[in-house]
């Protein structure tokens, strides 16, 4: 049966309060292999899934700088010390679109680079959304909220057509979202 690794020992080689690195020297349980690995220690995270009225994804559009590029991703951002996500997927929507929302549904969780890193994402699904005020940035945040029709955003070609989503956690997201997608297109 396969078995955690056992860290005889860690030094962190990277400390902000973005993240952490951190170096393990790693011991098979058996003892045969041992080896170093790296970790990246992120705080979890949430993506929101986000529906209007009027059927439209709310996407945003932000500069990532480990891609260093402009990209289109749904709202999302870490979860704080001492808050639940659902909390933290409530604040990041309001802060980075202005939108709210009464209901959020919890669709899942996931890892997004379990090798690297233990960081996890949880997905909410937030349903009738409205804009309530304008959005509330960080300092060094520039964020253009778009919304881009549901039709338009569930086609096939949506990945990589023109609604485009640029990450993996928001093309994770909306596919655990879309069978209840796929719903409230057929209600409407």
């Known amino acids: 049966m396969i078995q955690p690794w056992q860290i005889t020992r860690s030094a962190w080689l990277v400390r902000s309060a973005f993240m952490d690195v951190r170096r393990d020297r790693c011991h098979k349980p058996d003892g045969d292999r041992s080896r170093d690995y790296f970790a990246l220690v992120l705080k979890d995270f949430c993506e929101v899934v986000a529906v209007t009225r009027r059927l439209d994804l709310v996407v945003v559009r932000e500069y990532k700088h480990g891609a260093g590029a402009v990209m289109r ?16 997927a409530r604040r990041e929507l309001l802060e980075e679109t202005g939108y709210s929302a009464s209901t959020f549904v919890h669709l899942g969780g996931f890892l997004l680079v379990p090798d690297l890193c233990g960081a996890r994402g949880h997905v909410f699904l937030a ?6 005020s304008d959005p509330h940035l960080d300092l060094d945040e520039e964020i253009e ?4 029709p549901l039709d338009r955003a569930l086609s096939p070609t949506a990945a990589a057509g023109d609604v485009q989503l640029d990450d993996a956690g928001s093309l994770l997201a909306l596919s655990m979202a879309r069978p209840h997608l796929e719903a409230l297109r057929r209600r409407a």
């Open 127 to 132: 349903g009738n959304v409205e804009r309530v």
């Open 145 to 148: 909220v778009e919304t881009v």
């Open 73 to 88: 991703t749904l709202p999302a951002g870490f979860i704080e010390a001492g808050e639940a996500p659902e909390q933290a």
